[in-house]
């Protein structure tokens, strides 16, 4: 089955298209939506939006998710990864820590992925945070990390959690047991949140 082709073009003047547009942005904003703004960012991208309305979008996941991961840390409540707005919440976090990883701001990046390991409520996801947090302070760089850990073919597309690395060259376990030091200097630096 062949996909439709977007005409790109013929959307930026679909007046139901845009009002739709109109309409999940409204709906984000009111709803202080993260999943929403996620849409929003998908459709103005496939439709060539200028830079100024996407950055606008972008910010508002960033700080929304922020204000978000501050609330629940609060009140000691995880991001559950069954929840389309805890998801996109913790996509919009982990994507900032990449970002922060990619401009080497190795202390920022490693404090935002051991946050993610102490907020998010999947296993998996936790041990693929605490392997992220780990490749940082070995002082491995981004482009080291991607090319020498991230097994990229092994990505399913079709999972939601997608958008999180957690396909490794070599099982997440393995790599754990591989950077037992920093998991453990980790763990300890996490105390400081368990106590709040």
Same mark, same amino acid.
């Given at each position: 089955m062949e996909t439709p082709e977007i005409h790109i073009e013929e959307l930026k003047k679909? +007046?139901?298209f845009l009002a739709n547009l109109k309409m999940l942005e409204k709906e984000m904003? $009111?709803? &202080? !939506? %993260?999943?929403k703004g996620y849409q929003l960012l =998908?459709? &103005? @991208? %496939?439709?060539?939006?200028? /830079? $100024? /309305?996407i950055n606008e979008i972008f910010t508002f996941i960033v700080n929304t998710a922020f204000d978000k991961l501050a609330e629940n840390l609060s009140i000691q409540k995880a991001f559950d990864m069954n929840d389309? +707005?805890?998801?996109?919440? *913790?996509? *919009?976090?982990?994507e900032?820590?990449?970002q922060r990883y990619s401009e080497n701001d190795k202390k920022g990046a490693k404090e935002i992925f051991l946050i993610l390991y102490h907020t998010v409520n999947h296993q998996a996801l936790k041990d693929a945070m605490m392997v992220?947090?780990?490749?940082?302070?070995? =002082?491995? !760089?981004?482009d080291d990390f991607i090319e020498n850990?991230? $097994?990229?073919?092994?990505? =399913?597309? #079709?999972?939601?959690?997608?958008?999180?690395?957690?396909?490794?060259? #070599?099982?997440? $376990?393995? @790599?754990?047991t591989m950077f037992a030091k920093y998991a453990q200097e980790a763990k300890e630096e996490l105390k400081v949140l368990a106590k709040d």
């Open positions: 679909d +007046e139901t904003v $009111d709803e &202080n !939506s %993260i999943a =998908d459709a &103005n @991208l %496939i439709i060539e939006t200028g /830079e $100024d /309305e389309t +707005e805890d998801l996109a919440t *913790a996509r *919009a976090i982990y900032h820590g990449i992220h947090a780990c490749a940082v302070m070995a =002082d491995h !760089s981004f850990f991230v $097994d990229i073919d092994a990505v =399913d597309v #079709q999972d939601p959690l997608a958008f999180f690395i957690q396909t490794f060259t #070599q099982p997440t $376990d393995v @790599l754990l």
